[in-house]
């Protein structure tokens, strides 16, 4: 039998240990990326569009395609996410018909991907008739960040305190008047930052988007600034590869001789944005945090 | 007689107002409730054409061995896939459980500043690393090097887990960590008070109690491994058999999904055999839902 | 009835999206996609035809091995006819035929027959346009000391009869088999013309659906045998000869290699306008023998023989 003491440093030793190795394995794996990616990175890599026989081509559009998806994407999932969110946490009435959304909430939370991509192609793509387009993809996307927002909002209304929001309501204030000038500029930070953490994992979404968005892109004019024409950029209704999407399939139909390269770079890119999405939440919640609280 | 109107139609206004706020938000919760009961009726409603149109018996395709949608005659065995995506989802949950459970000892009890200033965004950081990257980097790394270590092609049930195990660490190590910071301080200290050592504490008091939510955030992985697509797909090997080892190619049920859902035509008894797989993976997400709220219960108690 | 089901669920969603759209923040925004939805609801693909220029968008769908080459095309026929859009998608075979059958994409490229996909009767509303030859060799890892095998060979291979490269001639290193999904064409065309079986899928051996991951695992692994359209093959792997015939374009053209395949894009019916003008400019010299041999395909015209769906071979 060991004596208590020993075991307890050799516990604490463990666990330290634990989380070095976590800490390395994460290291490893951006390092790893962007010790092969880095190199490839230049202002062309990122604004020319891909080759598909060629060596040189690069991922302009995919880095558009991602980020336009990101603001359609945004643009349906946050009002949508904050009105289910205000919903649950001040309308909903404890009952059957709450507790089974709930569940609706959290089933589509952990649906997996492929399965709403396949929904997606079913139905936006070819019941709708939307076709492989960035308005499909959007919409596909929808579906996992929406819980997310939900719950997010949830969270942050929730952190509201109750005096401020009975005050609110003593004032003879309206209930939605309380909850969208009173309590949602509160629950803001806590809102804005878990709206860019769910915005970092639209960007490296890739199985939904395979069967919904598509997986090539039409030349793009970007001097054509008409959402309606079909060779602008801002056209909802044309296909559009995202990043991600992109190094799925050239790592796996690559015929560019730079294929791999490019796969790594993209990679980067990819890695190195969903950083400074994490970043940027970061610094913006306790921004605003700092702001509202100073207001006081 | 000015101010009465004036004030019955602000009256008014806020009524309305408050009404459009409602039904707003209520449209909103009802748009979710439609995707996901469309969601439901369209993959269900392929799902199920296997056993109505294409006449293949429930029990042949939950029990089948053999998977041959092409052969003559076609036979639709899905056992594989079933025990292959439960086994490399279980053994990523088993790799992942205690080193989530260790970071977030870490972050609460050892070094509460530190951890949940530096190790909290780096696992937040993993979370948000693309599925396809991790893929890629299975593919580059992790299956050479079982491939030189182990007997076999390296592929397989251990490939593939070790990398999901990577993927749901985030998941699970969030779970954890917010478990253990909601613990009553008063549990600890009255163990410390005790004389216990911390090792002592956590693990006689800290573990005991916490379980059932460290369970949750376990299932809550679990789902998020079973439902994984690419990243698996890429390294398991995707040989339609149940594997007589870790190291020999195996399929999961997203994996047969993505290599052949493309090369299928709608209709056809092959692509309706693809959309019961589809089914059965958002069966188990409702399974995984019911399990997770019967431990939340729990843990409340 | 389900129709009926999905155009509710279709207007319940447009109408809740503009609704939650006009009462937020960001109104404008919001409620523009549903507009323009409701616009679109008909396919993108209406062109309209005039009599001097060229308009109208077209969408291929289909093959993910004859995208590239569809793609390259696409993009120069596109600049002599700046005002028709070409877009192609990848998504398979099977998505091509189905979305083609259906009247959502105005080509579907296959690798294969549509006969072998769809039922008789969709199939035979489709039109056929073989724009190239694809030819697929076997490749091994650079380091088996096999330089050709024989039919008989190869399927005691693909069945799980050999399993040691000893037996062959080579070192003794254990086979490891890089398959693809029995769904795929490609290995469909691997089996009938070069097995001339069907084979069953073995225990053990590996699967993978794109070209670039099977080219990847066979360079790495030891001992590992797979097949590779020509196009995709390079310096990581080896490529073996077919009963001591060597896969190249010339032996494909005259008929004694056998191991290849039409690339068809059909269209339903008649194609109209843009699309018979674009599969015209496919079978032009510019792109058979520029694009086209470029990725690796053999062009069409250059073949001395012709092979129909039962694998009858004609002379030209």
Redesign the interface.
């Known amino acids: 039998m060991m004596k208590p003491k020993t075991v307890d440093k050799i516990a604490t030793a463990v666990i330290i240990g634990v989380a070095g190795l976590i800490v390395l394995v994460l290291a490893g794996l951006l390092g790893f990326i962007l010790v092969r990616g880095l190199g490839h990175l230049s202002f062309d890599f990122l604004t020319s569009p891909p080759e598909s026989i060629r060596a040189g081509g690069g991922i302009g559009p995919q880095l558009f395609n991602s980020l336009f998806l990101l603001v359609l994407t945004m643009i349906i999932t946050v009002p949508l996410g904050i009105g289910a969110g205000i919903y649950m946490s001040e309308y909903a009435k404890a009952n059957k018909i709450t507790d089974f959304i709930r569940l609706v909430v959290e089933v589509l939370s952990s649906f997996p991907s492929i399965v709403v991509g396949l929904f997606g192609l079913l139905l936006l793509v070819n019941y709708f008739g939307l076709g492989f387009s960035l308005f499909a993809g959007a919409l596909a996307l929808t579906i996992f960040n929406l819980p997310l927002m939900v719950r997010i909002t949830e969270q942050g209304l929730k952190s509201v305190p109750r005096e401020q929001k009975e005050a609110a309501l003593a004032l003879g204030l309206t209930k939605w008047k309380t909850i969208t000038s009173i309590m949602l500029p509160i629950a803001l930070p806590i809102i804005v930052s878990g709206t860019i953490l769910a915005a970092g994992r639209v960007f490296g979404e890739a199985a939904a988007l395979l069967f919904t968005a598509g997986m090539s892109s039409p030349r793009l004019n970007f001097s054509d600034w008409n959402p309606l024409s079909p060779v602008s950029p801002l056209n909802p209704f044309r296909p559009a590869e995202t990043l991600a999407v992109h190094i799925w399939k050239i790592n796996s139909e690559g015929l560019a001789p730079d294929a791999a390269e490019i796969a790594a770079g993209a990679s980067a890119v990819l890695v190195i944005t969903v950083l400074l999405f994490n970043l940027l939440a970061r610094w913006l919640g306790r921004f605003m945090h700092r702001k509202f609280t100073a207001m006081k | 007689m000015a101010q009465t109107t004036d004030k019955k139609i602000s009256a008014n206004n806020h009524f309305a107002e408050e009404w459009v706020g409602r039904i707003y938000s209520t449209l909103c919760v009802l748009v979710l409730v439609t995707t996901i009961v469309a969601m439901v009726y369209f993959v269900a409603s392929r799902g199920l054409s296997t056993f109505f149109k294409n006449d293949v018996n429930v029990l042949d395709l939950l029990t089948g061995l053999k998977w041959s949608p092409e052969g003559q005659p076609p036979l639709f065995g899905a056992l594989p896939f079933i025990f292959g995506s439960f086994s490399t989802s279980m053994l990523a949950a088993l790799i992942a459980a205690p080193l989530s459970f260790c970071a977030a000892v870490f972050m609460i009890e050892i070094t509460p500043r530190f951890g949940r200033k530096y190790l909290q965004p780096v696992i937040e950081l993993l979370a948000g690393i693309p599925s396809v990257v991790y893929g890629f980097i299975g593919l580059s790394v992790i299956v050479p090097f079982f491939r030189d270590v182990f007997p076999g092609q390296g592929v397989g049930i251990a490939a593939g887990a070790l990398v999901l195990s990577i993927m749901i660490l985030p998941t699970m190590t969030t779970v954890a960590t917010d478990a253990l910071a909601s613990l009553p301080s008063g549990l600890k200290e009255g163990s410390y008070a005790l004389g216990a050592t911390r090792w002592q504490t956590i693990y006689r008091v800290v573990l005991p109690t916490t379980l059932p939510s460290l369970m949750t955030g376990v299932v809550l992985g679990l789902a998020r491994a079973f439902g994984e697509a690419l990243a698996v797909q890429m390294v398991i090997g995707n040989a339609p058999f149940v594997p007589r080892g870790l190291f020999e190619s195996a399929s999961t049920l997203t994996s047969a999904i993505t290599l052949s859902m493309g090369n299928t035509v709608s209709g056809s008894a092959h692509n309706n055999a693809l959309w019961s797989l589809a089914l059965i993976l958002m069966v188990m997400t409702f399974i995984f839902v019911f399990i997770v709220r019967w431990l939340e219960k729990r843990s409340k108690l | 009835m389900?129709k009926t089901?999905?155009l509710i669920?279709?207007i319940?969603?447009t109408?809740?999206?503009a609704?939650?759209?006009k009462?937020?923040n960001?109104g404008g925004?919001?409620s523009?996609?549903p507009a323009?939805?409701s616009a679109?609801?008909?396919?993108?693909t209406e062109p309209t035809p005039e009599p001097k220029k060229l308009e109208g968008?077209i969408?291929a769908?289909g093959s993910?091995?004859l995208?590239?080459l569809v793609?390259?095309a696409s993009?120069a026929f596109?600049d002599a006819n700046s005002g028709v859009?070409?877009?192609?998608?990848?998504?398979?075979?099977?998505?091509g035929?189905?979305?083609v059958?259906?009247g959502?994409s105005d080509i579907g490229n296959s690798d294969v027959y549509a006969e072998e996909?769809?039922d008789a009767d969709k199939a035979g509303e489709l039109v056929d346009h073989q724009v190239a030859v694809v030819a697929m060799a076997a490749v091994v890892n650079p380091k088996v000391n096999v330089d050709t095998l024989t039919k008989q060979q190869l399927i005691d291979i693909f069945t799980g009869k050999v399993t040691n490269w000893k037996d062959l001639g080579g070192d003794d290193q254990k086979i490891?088999i890089i398959n693809r999904?029995?769904?795929?064409?490609t290995r469909a065309t691997f089996e009938k013309y070069a097995l001339g079986t069907?084979t069953?899928?073995?225990?053990?051996?590996?699967?993978?659906?794109?070209?670039?991951?099977v080219r990847?695992i066979i360079g790495?692994?030891p001992g590992?045998i797979g097949y590779l359209a020509l196009?995709?093959l390079d310096d990581s792997v080896k490529t073996l000869a077919y009963d001591g015939v060597a896969a190249n374009e010339e032996n494909v053209a005259n008929g004694t290699y056998p191991v290849w395949a039409y690339e068809h894009m059909y269209t339903k019916g008649e194609p109209n306008e843009v699309a018979k003008a674009f599969l015209d400019y496919m079978m032009t010299d510019e792109v058979q023998d520029g694009a086209v041999v470029?990725?690796?395909y053999i062009p069409a015209k250059k073949m001395q023989i012709t092979r129909d769906i039962e694998g009858n071979i004609t002379k030209k």
Do not use: H, R, W
């Not at chain 3, 679109?40 to 993108?44: G, L, N």
């Not at chain 3, 999904?181 to 064409?185: D, H, I, K, Q």
């Not at chain 3, 069953?200 to 991951?213: F, H, P, R, V």
């Open positions: 389900k089901v999905t669920m279709a319940v969603l109408f809740t999206l609704a939650c759209g009462n937020t960001n925004n919001a523009t996609p323009t939805n679109s609801t008909e396919p993108t968008s969408l769908t993910s091995a995208q590239p793609d390259q993009k596109m859009t070409i877009q192609v998608q990848g998504g398979g075979s099977g998505t035929l189905t979305q059958s259906e959502q996909k769809l490891v999904p029995s769904s795929s064409g069907k069953d899928d073995l225990q053990g051996s590996i699967q993978e659906d794109s070209s670039g991951t990847k790495e692994t590992a196009s995709y470029e990725l690796g």
